[in-house]
């Protein structure tokens, strides 16, 4: 079992690991803060001031933290759940924020702007649909660019649109309609337009004008997709991606726009695989990365990365600073402060905060700004009174945070010239808003000891009055169905009998197509069978879902001729519809594509799934068209309801009696404190308790029973409420038969790549491996297709070590391996060379491999398995370099076994 010590325990082992963590070298954290909330979302305001709010439930709280005096006060509300919205700075300072939180992949299509000098809230009209994680980027005109996120209904919502905000209203990018990630990584580029980085492969450029499009650019050297990694535009057209993936790597690329032809590179990877990780770029241009974990799955504080890098742009090399003494992963924020100091905070359901001076403020003394402009224009040089000004070396001009989910939406930083002249400086501005799109941002002044001055916040561009919003449309709720969804459709003229209503109803024969459906009006998305005669009755189904209590509903529906809304087998509503047998026709004539309007009580809605049934009824026999479609608007009470997810074991696996295997889900909502984990058989038909009280921490190690079984499934649910659960998706295997995967291709393992020699004892069972590092296969250099990047020395190590632990409940009779491998490989088991290929120069650390591999193999091998143990067995492994201009190294390795 993983214990809450074990957090304070890596906190002190990296401390000791950080050259004694000498603040002038290292920087130095503050204690760890309570807070009322998470803070999942946090902005630094152009007053100085930190507004930062919350995630589920909690998300309207928008709560106001000071630097300098640690105070809070709570905010006014936005009048909707902002958690999981976009967000950036205007020209004028406000902060618009688009999107918000109905449930996990829904959002709300609703807009705000926060005015950080008058505390208020402003209501905008909604957007064309919703939006859960978009990204917000501020454009050089000082509009706002709205792109990606889940609708209500859950599907991406594909049409980027833009706040004009002189205009006060929306403009829809229809020419530029793409499915993207969640939180795309978005920068304006000194063209104008907007680069989206990540995190998908493919690099895509989008031009705002007119309608919108979409442009290819550069793809990412690195092979996977980096989502939860993180991007920063460390200095002007330049972009560092850093770590990401499931499970996470530690590469890193960057781009340089001002190339003549750009390309991603990567280049020096962070020391530890990362991901859920904030980068966070600096007043001297370098990048603090914090937090994250390196483990699987989506949160997972059982792997914390506390320790904190920073990446130096000149080398391209990373450096270890101190580490923090909390976790901060899944919904974590850093900010970079005024004083040069660095917020770092929250995590799912942490409400707590720590503080990190970077080794900068304990360099000497600070030059000081005795006066500068609160605005400038672009291409002006201003004038900065500083009694210092013979010392700066440096002026750096950062955009004002603005981050959540492991992505700052706002930050950016550039160098500005200057010269020195009688007790201050002449700065030139930036050029033009493409370089740095209006807003206001941070003037740093730094000496030759790379010692920030305490920022002054500056506005560029985004002068003159902005005119009031108009009055927001009436909140009329989220759409559950919207118009053109996906329907179940029965159009056989087959009596479908007195149950189809209901919820339980089974329709899998029926077919499906999205709406508008029917036949006879060249309109139709899915033209349906029109019988002859014609039928009387067709039939639809469509399940929704609803996390909340429904306060009201207003439903729209398209039809041709009479119609009956059922809503979970109770009817709602009908027109037209005498009876609803199945060979009645309507009592009435309607015009085509004739559109009903009514509301539904809450009352008749339940939390979760939802099932609609339509019946459309034609006229008569004669009738020549039929038409169908039906949009659903709720209103919720606005609460967020506790939800669990169940992450590992998902189905399909095949589990070993006797072996640990690890239990993993994450909950949503705050009210989640302990689970009860249960085990079944036989496909959920007889369920047994394994553990009824589990802190509720993400994890469980779970002894996998003796009971063999091809329909074995997992249940882990609230401990005091039965119906917050989860279950694996599909049933996995619980089997005894001798052969099985003890160790698969991709898994982690414990490494030490610092050309140091380990001694005789590190293929060992008591070797203390401690201070090696660790994470997935593949792992090496070179070859750009590495999940975890080991560190190439200088001169090149000849030898790299990796050991993992395997836990065995039964005697071994033979072995198989398969080991990826470039170049020499020598294998042993609990001290026992079992194998080695290219090892004829010796085992010696300083020996090189005996041959050499163009590219990696993959060699097999069999052996006795007398050199397992019942119990904790050590696989030790050598890779060895052919020679010391070789350019790459990998390994990974896959080991079958079979017991006696």
């Keep these: 079992m993983f214990h809450p010590w074990r957090l304070a325990f890596l906190a002190v082992w990296a401390s000791l690991s950080v050259a ?40 309207d709280t928008p709560t106001l933290w000071d630097p300098a005096t640690n105070v809070l006060t709570t905010l006014p509300k936005a009048g909707f759940n902002i958690f999981c919205a976009g967000h950036a700075f205007m020209a004028d300072g406000r902060l618009f924020v688009a999107g918000g939180h109905i449930t996990d992949d829904s959002g709300l299509p609703y807009a705000a702007i926060f005015d950080p000098f008058k505390l208020t809230w402003t209501r905008l009209p909604n957007m064309n649909a919703g939006r859960w994680y978009p990204t917000v980027t501020t454009l050089p005109n000082g509009d706002m660019l709205v792109i990606g996120g889940a609708k209500e209904d859950r599907t991406k919502n594909l049409i980027p649109q833009v706040w004009q905000s002189s205009k006060n209203s929306w403009r829809n990018l229809t020419g530029a309609s793409l499915e993207l990630m969640y939180y795309p990584w978005m920068f304006v580029t000194n063209t104008g337009k907007t680069l989206m980085a990540g995190y998908w492969k493919p690099t895509r450029f989008l031009d705002t004008e007119g309608t919108g499009a979409w442009s290819s650019g550069p793809r990412t050297t690195y092979a996977n997709s980096r989502n939860a990694g993180s991007a920063v535009m460390y200095d002007d057209g330049k972009v560092l991606i850093t770590g990401g993936d499931n ?42 990365v914090t937090g994250g974990h390196s483990g699987p799955g989506t949160d997972n504080p059982k792997f914390p990365r506390l320790e904190t890098e920073l990446w130096n742009p000149v080398t391209e090399q990373w450096s270890l600073l101190a580490p923090a003494s909390a976790y901060r992963g899944y919904h974590s924020t850093t900010l970079l402060l005024p004083d040069g100091r660095v917020l770092s905070a929250g995590s799912r359901n ?54 959540t989910h492991a992505f700052d939406e706002n930050q950016r930083f550039m160098k500005l010239r200057f010269t020195a002249s009688g007790g201050g400086l002449n700065v030139v501005a930036p050029p033009n808003p493409n370089v740095a799109p209006p807003g206001h941002y941070m003037l740093f002044l730094l000496n030759s000891k790379k010692v920030p001055s305490v920022a002054k916040i500056i506005r560029i561009g985004g002068g003159g009055t902005t005119p009031g919003p108009t009055d927001p449309p009436p909140n009329t709720g989220f759409t559950a169905v919207a118009f053109g969804s996906e329907w179940k459709y029965d159009d056989r003229n087959v009596d479908p009998g007195a149950t189809w209503t209901s919820p339980g109803f089974n329709d899998a024969a029926w077919k499906k197509g999205l709406a508008h459906l029917g036949y006879g009006e060249t309109d139709e998305r899915t033209v349906m069978t029109k019988t002859t005669p014609a039928q009387p009755s067709v039939y639809f189904r469509r399940k929704f879902t609803i996390h909340g209590m429904v306060e009201q509903a207003t439903l729209q529906v398209i039809h041709d001729d009479g119609v009956a809304v059922f809503l979970n087998g109770t009817q709602v509503f009908s027109k037209y519809v005498g009876s609803t047998a199945h060979g009645a026709y309507a009592s009435g004539t309607s015009a085509d594509n004739t559109l009903s309007t009514t509301t539904i009580p809450g009352s008749r809605f339940m939390m979760g799934d939802n099932t609609l049934a339509v019946m459309v009824k ?41 072996n640990v295997q690890m239990v993993q889900w994450m909950t949503h909502g705050s009210g989640v404190d302990n689970v009860q984990v249960q085990f079944s058989p036989d496909n959920g038909a007889h369920w047994t308790l394994v553990d009824p009280s589990v802190p509720n921490i993400g994890f469980y190690e779970w002894t996998v029973p003796g009971t063999e079984t091809s329909n074995g499934v997992l249940r882990v649910s609230d401990a005091s409420r039965q119906d917050v659960e989860d279950r694996t998706d599909l049933p996995f295997t619980i089997s005894r038969t001798p052969q099985f995967r003890a160790i698969a291709f991709g898994e982690y393992w414990k490494f030490d790549d610092r050309n140091v020699n380990p001694g005789t004892s590190w293929t060992s069972n008591n070797f203390d491996d401690s201070e090696w590092r660790s994470g997935p296969a593949k792992l090496g250099y070179g070859d750009g297709d590495e999940h975890t990047v080991l560190n190439k020395t200088t001169p090149l190590q000849s030898s790299v070590y990796f050991r993992k632990k395997l836990t065995l409940g039964e005697a071994i009779r033979t072995a198989n391996l398969r080991v990826l491998h470039d170049d020499g490989v020598a294998i042993w088991v609990n001290g026992k060379l079992v194998y080695s290929r290219y090892a004829d120069n010796g085992l010696g650390h300083g020996a090189f491999a005996s041959g050499v591999l163009k590219d990696a193999a993959i060699s097999t091998a069999s052996f006795d398995g007398s050199a397992f143990v019942i119990g904790e067995n050590i696989i030790a492994v050598m890779v060895k370099q052919a020679n010391a201009e070789s350019s790459d190294v990998a390994f990974d390795l896959e080991l079958n076994l079979e017991a006696r």
Excluded: C
Aim: hydrophobic content about 40%; aromatic content about 10%; glycine content about 6%.
């Design 618 to 658: 034609q006229a008569n026999a004669t009738s020549s068209d039929l038409s169908f479609d039906l949009e659903l608007k709720v209103t919720t009470d606005g609460m967020q309801h506790d939800a669990l997810f169940l992450e590992s074991p998902n189905g399909g696996e095949t589990l070993r009696p006797g």
């Design 20 to 59: 004694q963590a000498q603040p002038a070298s290292v920087g130095q954290w503050t204690p760890v803060q309570q807070w009322p909330y998470s803070a999942v979302h946090t902005h630094l305001l152009p007053t100085g001031k930190v507004m930062f709010f919350s995630e589920f439930g909690d998300g």
């Design 247 to 288: 499970p996470p790597t530690n590469n890193v690329e960057i781009l340089d726009l001002n190339a003549a032809k750009p390309a991603w590179r990567s280049v020096a990877p962070m020391r530890y695989v990362r991901r859920q990780h904030n980068s966070t770029v600096m007043p001297d241009g370098s990048v603090l």
């Design 350 to 403: 942490v409400k707590t905060m720590q503080v990190f001076s970077p080794p900068y403020l304990f360099n000497g003394p600070r030059p000081v700004i005795s006066s500068a402009p609160e605005a400038i224009a672009y291409g002006e040089t201003f004038r900065v009174n500083t009694p210092d000004a013979a010392s700066i070396t440096l002026a750096s001009w950062i955009r004002l945070g603005s981050v």
